[in-house]
């Protein structure tokens, strides 16, 4: 993801902090000026570089003041703080996480607060809803594919391969002295 996507989704999710800060109560004061903790994980120094410009952006805003933490042992750090009773005002989770996080209530869901939900697509948007409640879109999205050599499966007599097994044997079939079969 370039730096320009990267900030663009940060900004996307900063921009859903003043609606999840206001899910605190009643008093109307008490719905700005908030200060917030968000967690972050990191996958590069320019994806950090990117948060911390877009939650400087953010907090020149004036609405709310974030504090972002990258953590590198970004799990263990949330289970700590969330058994603990001090979880962050905002944090990212992983799809995978979602339906756990939701069971525990750990999560409030962003529902319809989002500014723009059509910005996402419904698949991701899917991938973050649970019992059909949509909790939190997406901070960004991976598009790993594979690629493969048409004609090295020729001469192994391999058909291109649609399932994790057939992956496995194909690997095998092309592996020869001095070459691997997947890399």
């Given at each position: 993801?370039?730096?320009?996507?990267?900030?663009?989704?940060?900004?996307?999710?900063?921009?859903?902090?003043?609606?999840?800060?206001?899910?605190?109560?009643?008093?109307?004061?008490?719905?700005?000026?908030?200060?917030?903790?968000?967690?972050?994980?990191?996958?590069?120094?320019?994806?950090?570089?990117?948060?911390?410009?877009?939650?400087?952006?953010?907090?020149?805003?004036?609405?709310?003041?974030?504090?972002?933490?990258?953590?590198?042992?970004?799990?263990?750090?949330?289970?700590?703080?969330?058994?603990?009773?001090?979880?962050?005002?905002?944090?990212?989770?992983?799809?995978?996480?979602?339906?756990?996080?939701?069971?525990?209530?750990?999560?409030?869901?962003?529902?319809?607060?989002?500014?723009?939900?059509?910005?996402?697509?419904?698949?991701?948007?899917?991938?973050?809803t649970y019992q059909g409640t949509?909790?939190?879109?997406?901070?960004?999205?991976?598009?790993?594919?594979?690629?493969?050599?048409?004609?090295?499966?020729?001469?192994?007599?391999?058909?291109?391969?649609?399932?994790?097994?057939?992956?496995?044997?194909?690997?095998?079939?092309?592996?020869?002295?001095?070459?691997?079969?997947?890399?």
């Open positions: 993801m370039t730096s320009v996507r990267r900030v663009l989704a940060g900004l996307s999710a900063l921009a859903l902090l003043g609606a999840t800060a206001c899910s605190g109560g009643d008093d109307p004061g008490a719905q700005t000026g908030a200060s917030l903790q968000m967690y972050a994980f990191s996958s590069s120094p320019a994806e950090d570089a990117a948060l911390n410009k877009a939650v400087e952006e953010y907090n020149k805003l004036g609405r709310n003041t974030v504090k972002v933490t990258i953590l590198p042992e970004y799990d263990t750090a949330l289970q700590t703080a969330l058994a603990g009773g001090q979880p962050p005002d905002v944090f990212y989770v992983n799809d995978n996480k979602l339906p756990d996080l939701a069971k525990a209530g750990a999560l409030e869901p962003i529902g319809d607060k989002a500014d723009d939900p059509a910005d996402f697509y419904d698949s991701l948007k899917q991938s973050f949509y909790y939190c879109p997406p901070k960004d999205f991976s598009t790993l594919q594979l690629v493969y050599n048409v004609d090295m499966l020729a001469a192994a007599g391999v058909q291109p391969p649609t399932t994790w097994p057939e992956l496995a044997t194909a690997a095998q079939k092309l592996t020869k002295p001095g070459r691997a079969g997947l890399a």
